[in-house]
Structure formats: structure tokens, C-alpha cells
């Protein structure tokens, strides 16, 4: 498969598709953590949204939070992730798989010397936007990342879960 468009010809002949090559995707960054969106969820229905989370070493997550209306999950490919739920951790290696479902006070970080890479999904693509706004937010210079977090998770049905620990 290559990144090149298809033709109108064989897009009327096949659906629609997308294929998203190695240096493809939207790339966002956000201090010493880069997403790199996948799937945006546009070729889904917005059923769906994917992406690719670089964690620098010794790169705090966000704040503990929960999300409403949708499923997270993360794939780690390389490193190794500190996955916190609640009062419990989790040290998730490479082809370790954490399901997040709504209503789970999560975090994550990388605690370690080398660099962590995850495949994250998010079901329905409704966290997708709110990395574009956090990105947006910081780049303007209102916000630092965390207060910008904390302020734009509500518009996304997600809130801190400050029962759990630090929340900026």
C-alpha cells in the first residue's frame, strides 16, 4: 500500500480507505509528549480514533481523570508505562494492553531512562479534538500544559479525579 491518493476512478470502485505511512498523521505536541493522530476518526463514522504516544523518559502524564463517554486504550509498543488506576500501579511493558473503560480514574507516565511509544485508541474519537485544543491552547501562550488540561477535559466529558491524588 503507498500514500498516494487514489483516482476517481478507483475510489468510486472501492471504499474508502485510509492509509497512514510511517512520517504520515497529524503530529501534535504537548512539552516532552508527541501524538502523532492516526485516525481521527473521520474514515470511522467517529466511531473510532487512533493514535501514536511518544513519552520522552521521565515524562509525567496528566493528571489522574476519568472519561464519561468513551474507552481509551493503550498498546505499549516499546518502553515501559506506569499506568495508575485509583491507588493501584502498573509498570505495562512492550505488548502490554490496558483497557480503560468510561468512568476510570487513569494516569500514566514513563519513570524510566529510555523513551516509551503506545498505540492509543479511543472509542468514539472523541478525545481527538481535545489534544488539537490542548495543543492550540499552549501554543498561544494562555496556559501551561496541566492547567490547560484541567480546563479543557470538561468540554471532552472527562473530569480530574482529585480523590486520587495530584490534579495540575
Known amino acids: 500500500m503507498t500514500d498516494e491518493p487514489m483516482t476517481s476512478e478507483a475510489a468510486a470502485a472501492d471504499p474508502a480507505v485510509s492509509v497512514v505511512g ?18 481521527d ?4 463514522g467517529h466511531r473510532l480514533g487512533i493514535g501514536e504516544t511518544v513519552l520522552a523518559p521521565h515524562t509525567d ?11 481509551e486504550g493503550f ?13 493501584r500501579s502498573y509498570d505495562a511493558v512492550a505488548g ?13 507516565a514513563n519513570v524510566s531512562d529510555q ?4 498505540l492509543t485508541t479511543f472509542t468514539p474519537d472523541l478525545y ?12 498561544g501562550g494562555r496556559e501551561s500544559i496541566p ?10 466529558a472527562t473530569e480530574p479525579a482529585t480523590e486520587y491524588g495530584r490534579t495540575s
Open 22 to 39: 510511517p512520517g504520515g498523521g497529524e503530529t501534535i505536541l504537548l512539552g516532552t509528549t508527541r501524538l502523532r493522530i492516526l485516525e
Open 41 to 44: 476518526g473521520s474514515t470511522t
Open 61 to 71: 502524564g496528566p493528571p489522574q481523570h476519568r472519561h464519561a463517554q468513551h474507552d
Open 75 to 87: 498498546y505499549v509498543v516499546s518502553g515501559t508505562v506506569r499506568f495508575t488506576v485509583g491507588h
Open 96 to 108: 502490554t494492553l490496558v483497557m480503560v473503560p468510561p468512568g476510570a480514574p487513569h494516569t500514566f
Open 115 to 118: 523513551p516509551a511509544v503506545m
Open 128 to 139: 481527538v479534538q481535545y489534544f488539537r485544543d490542548l495543543r492550540d491552547m499552549i501554543a
Open 147 to 156: 492547567q490547560a488540561g484541567l480546563r479543557t477535559m470538561g468540554r471532552y
